[in-house]
């Protein structure tokens, strides 16, 4: 069979997309600059997505001769349009980035900021207790957006082609509009309430009030406007003159607090990745404010202690959860924004401390956690989104990406004409002791809310480089992106012959210290599995639906074959 220069993956879609994925690829065999006849031709660049048209406008960016940062502002553009649940221009995230010419690795860190007039009161009262609602909805909830700039910066100075080009794929399907799939119309279900009761978010996204189904037409000519003037004007035509003005004016009306200052000052940094070796293997990962980088690497140095091999086997699990508990009870301790705290980076990561954490697991039992005064609050319940892509193209320039704007459609609030539906990130900061977010994780001083400020996140893009080649992974999923990134980079190491698509399909497991009992998927895991680990003390506890997207591609040192894989969760919404 005659392959093309480019796999693609999209969200477990293949098989019901063959025909659509044929297509595709037979455009690009057409294109390609592959020798005519060859019988088997190996892909020489991979992206995985989360949406197929995302993919599709990321692929059609090389083939016109864009490098792997061109396609990833195609892909994150057009996931703002069509998959404006996860992630998008009213939100943040991280990229990182491999330059093969140089081996420049870098982390673009658009992660929302604190607006300057923020304060804690807006979130929690004079007893200490939080304003239902205050970090999730409205404008409160939203923290200054990003991705535009990143999206800018990543053009500018990464890629070959113009951002006006970039951005072209998303503005025409922001237009003209594109059939939502079953997973969006699924979750506009879910989130009925929210968009029917948020601001402008009715007008938008539903059909008559109601969740539109599958197959509908959604047309987001505001959203079209305000992508032409990031097109025309690179971050000035967002953070400046009337999308600004919209914004904030939105925003405040929503509650918020936001000023034009915040805006025009936002800036996008570039910082070094963590980087680190594990058994041989160079991971390098998002560095801090995201925790993901810090806390595998502890995790994995843990891990380097003992004879592990296969997560999911019982004996290796029980370590497996003890190193992830040790990580992230140093996440809660110390992690934060390094611009406004002190984080002993180096010394969390180092293998010494690594080892000397190691030493306190108890082979047979699981380490309770009662030196952690922590009062428990019910934590709110719901359903949370975010989007991660992976590229590599065909000189080996890579791109993990994960973006978001928090949970489902964010904070329910669409600012004022601009189509940008707003993140609610302000709930990844820590409101104090005790108090959870989200995604049950607790926090300290080191990330509690300030101006400026960058809130601490789980979003971890990885590459991982061995004798094999080149991994690029990574997953939604808030605090379990961690543990998810970690069995797929220990799956990765533990193939002779990658098959990606058995590394993002593997059953998950979960574990973050707080609370302390380990999430498991359902039907992930047998009785006997069970037993073992119940036997050793840990509470287990078997959650009601899967959970991930992890998007992975992969390039081999020996030929650059290239391969991509989309996590079949996405697709049947069996997890998020
Ligand atoms: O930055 C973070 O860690 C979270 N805001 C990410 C949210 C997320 O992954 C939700 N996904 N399912």
Same mark, same amino acid.
């Given at each position: 069979m005659l392959r093309s220069w480019l796999a693609v993956a999209t969200a477990g879609r293949a098989r019901a997309r063959v025909a659509y994925w044929r297509r595709i690829l037979t455009l690009v065999l057409v294109c390609a600059t592959v020798s005519a006849g060859a019988a088997d031709v190996p892909a020489r660049a991979a992206i995985a997505s989360a949406h197929p048209l995302a993919t599709e406008a990321? !692929?059609?960016?090389?083939?016109?001769?864009?490098?792997? /940062?061109?396609?990833?502002v195609t892909v994150a553009a057009v996931l703002a349009v069509v998959e404006p649940y996860s992630a998008g221009l009213g939100g943040g995230g991280f990229w990182l980035l491999h330059r093969a010419s140089d081996r420049k690795q870098v982390m673009i860190d658009a992660r929302e900021t604190a607006p300057a007039a923020v304060t804690l009161s807006l979130y929690v009262n004079d007893e200490g207790v939080p304003v239902p609602g205050a970090t999730l909805r409205g404008g409160k909830a939203a923290g200054i957006p990003g991705v535009p700039a990143g999206m800018a910066h990543l053009a500018e100075r990464y890629g070959k082609l113009k951002l006006r080009q970039l951005l072209a794929p998303a503005i025409v399907l922001a237009r003209n509009g594109f059939n939502i799939d079953s997973r969006f119309a699924r979750i506009a279900q879910v989130r009925e309430p929210l968009l029917r009761g948020g601001i402008n978010t009715a007008r938008v996204f539903l059909d008559n009030d109601a969740a539109p189904p599958q197959g509908y037409l959604l047309r987001q000519p505001e959203l079209a406007t305000t992508l032409e003037r990031l097109a025309e004007q690179g971050r000035d035509g967002f953070y400046r003159g009337p999308v600004a003005h919209s914004l904030v004016n939105g925003v405040n009306a929503a509650g918020g607090v936001w000023q034009a200052a915040d805006l025009a000052d936002y800036k996008v940094i570039e910082r070094p990745p963590v980087r680190f070796n594990y058994r041989g293997a160079t991971i390098v990962s998002a560095a801090l404010p995201s925790s993901g980088g810090v806390t595998l690497a502890q995790t994995l140095n843990i891990? %380097?202690? !003992?004879?592990?091999?296969d997560a999911?086997?019982?004996?290796? &699990?029980?370590?497996?959860? %003890?190193?992830?508990?040790?990580g992230f009870q140093d996440r809660l301790r110390y992690l934060g924004d390094t611009d406004f705290v002190k984080v002993p980076v180096a010394r969390l990561?180092?293998?010494? !401390?690594?080892?000397?954490?190691?030493? @306190?697991?108890?082979?047979?039992?699981? @380490?309770?956690?009662?030196?952690l005064t922590i009062t428990p609050l019910a934590a709110v319940t719901e359903s949370y989104n975010t989007t991660h892509y992976s590229v590599i193209d065909v000189d080996g320039n890579r791109v993990g990406a994960t973006?978001?704007?928090?949970?489902? /459609?964010g904070g329910g609030l669409i600012a004022g004409d601009t189509g940008v539906l707003l993140n609610n990130e302000?709930? $990844? /900061?820590?409101?104090?002791?005790?108090?959870?977010?989200?995604?049950?994780?607790?926090?300290?001083? &080191?990330?509690?809310?300030a101006p400026h400020k960058r809130p601490l996140s789980s979003m971890s893009p990885t590459f991982v480089e061995d004798g094999k080649g080149v991994l690029v992974i990574g997953a939604p999923g808030g605090s379990r992106i961690i543990s998810m990134v970690l069995f797929g980079i220990l799956d990765y190491l533990n193939q002779d012959n990658v098959d990606l698509l058995s590394i993002v399909t593997a059953p998950r497991y979960h574990h973050q210290c707080w +609370? $302390?009992?380990? %999430?498991?998927? +359902?039907?992930?895991?047998?009785?006997?599995?069970?037993a073992t680990l119940e036997a050793k003390g840990h509470q287990l506890?078997?959650?009601s639906r899967k959970w991930g997207n992890m998007q992975a591609v992969f390039k081999a040192n020996a030929d650059g074959a290239a391969q991509a894989a989309s996590d079949p969760r996405g697709f049947d919404m069996g997890g998020y």
């Open positions: 990321g !692929y059609r960016i090389l083939q016109q001769g864009g490098n792997a /940062f061109d396609a990833a891990l %380097e202690a !003992y004879p592990i091999r999911r086997d019982p004996a290796s &699990a029980h370590i497996v959860i %003890e190193a992830l508990r040790r990561i180092d293998k010494a !401390y690594a080892h000397s954490r190691a030493a @306190t697991i108890n082979p047979n039992l699981a @380490t309770p956690i009662d030196a973006l978001s704007i928090n949970s489902w /459609f302000m709930d $990844d /900061f820590s409101l104090g002791p005790g108090l959870p977010n989200l995604y049950h994780l607790l926090g300290g001083k &080191a990330n509690s809310i +609370p $302390d009992q380990v %999430e498991m998927e +359902p039907a992930g895991f047998s009785d006997a599995w069970r506890h078997v959650v």
